[in-house]
């Protein structure tokens, strides 16, 4: 299964494999640079789909100064020369646009956040969103979205993950808000999702590729619950998304005491039985049997190759001459 293509939305991927978004902080001034893109550009023999490391999409939501950004048009040059030279290898490639939320930092700005809960090791205390501010972020997604189309890249990815603003709003831990989009309810924590979802498709039109990472556990009591998945994906599914790339929420990208391929599964297994649009499942993959194992266990439609990547540029090729 691992060499089979499969499309999201119009778009057709080459196989199963995936580089997942991974920060580098290596970002010139929130452009990618030369050796930035080198690196990228080596990793896309074999690889389906690269998913670039987070952009934040206002000056406000960046979560250190050497993050990569989609806050301005000016950036657009920088990345059409990336997204050019991952084409050529055969590989799509999508923008990861970003708020970091009460993680925010080095922008000089107040961080803000669903209700002023602190996440992550930031000095001070963010700020809880008005509902203008509110407004102001999903027009910002919007705008960092129109811009990854017009630098050449074949989809988008909201992140909603790891801790940073979207994940605030999912997780009851973050999300204390009593308004429309209160913490005490799948509904208010899913409706900022929902409409930046809407926007960005009425935005980018019909037929390009709008992804999600869903942050879909915080493993922690009193956090986002497993048995949450399915009718969160749903409302994901019906406002626009054409992907769900599962991974962990407050607790990260790992976690702790797992260390078997595809640690994630528990996840990744009610999101894909609930909604008809693919699945990425990411999380200690290291061989291109545990890839092929996860799919044909219908864990997942496409695995994330993360770690093992970053140390083998050339293991996607490798796999598929394995598999």
């Known amino acids: 299964m691992l060499k089979e293509p499969i499309r999201i939305n119009q778009l057709l991927l080459r196989n199963r494999i995936v580089m997942p978004p991974m920060a580098t902080g290596k970002a010139d001034h929130g452009a990618p640079d030369e050796g930035l893109t080198g690196y990228y550009v080596a990793r896309a023999n074999g690889t389906a789909l690269i998913i670039l490391e987070h952009a934040y999409v206002s000056p406000e939501g960046m979560a250190h100064s050497t993050q990569l950004s989609l806050a301005e048009d000016s950036l657009i040059p920088a990345y059409r020369k990336l997204t050019d030279a991952v084409h050529e290898r055969g590989a799509a490639i999508f923008a990861q646009l970003n708020h970091a939320g009460a993680q925010a930092r080095d922008s000089g700005l107040p961080a803000v956040s669903p209700s002023g809960v602190p996440v ?25 979205a129109l811009r990854a189309k017009a630098a050449g890249f074949d989809g988008v990815e909201i992140h909603s993950a790891h801790g940073y603003l979207l994940n605030q709003f999912y997780s009851p831990l973050t999300n ?57 994906c749903r409302v994901f599914a019906e406002a626009g998304a054409d992907l769900l790339d599962i991974s962990g929420g407050l607790n990260g990208f790992t976690v702790e005491g797992r260390t078997e391929p595809g640690w994630f599964s ?45 140390k083998d540029a050339d293991w996607a090729a490798a796999a598929l001459r394995q598999a």
Not at 199 to 225: H, L, Q, T
Not at 289 to 296: C, F, N, P, T
């Open 120 to 144: 992550g090791k930031r000095e001070s205390a963010p700020r809880a969103m008005t509902a203008g501010e509110i407004e102001g972020v999903k027009e910002s997604f919007v705008s960092a």
């Open 176 to 232: 204390r808000r009593t308004d429309a989009y209160t913490g005490q309810t799948l509904e208010g924590r899913t409706r900022l999702h929902a409409e930046i979802l809407r926007a960005v498709r009425s935005a980018v039109g019909e037929a390009y590729p709008v992804a999600i990472r869903f942050g879909a556990s915080d493993y922690r009591e009193g956090g986002g619950r497993i048995a949450e998945i399915p009718e969160a």
């Open 266 to 310: 528990e996840l990744s297994v009610p999101a894909k039985n609930s909604v008809r649009i693919p699945v990425l499942l990411t999380g200690g993959v290291c061989t291109a049997e545990d890839a092929e194992r996860l799919l044909r266990e219908n864990a997942a439609d496409l695995i994330g190759v993360g770690r093992a990547m970053l």
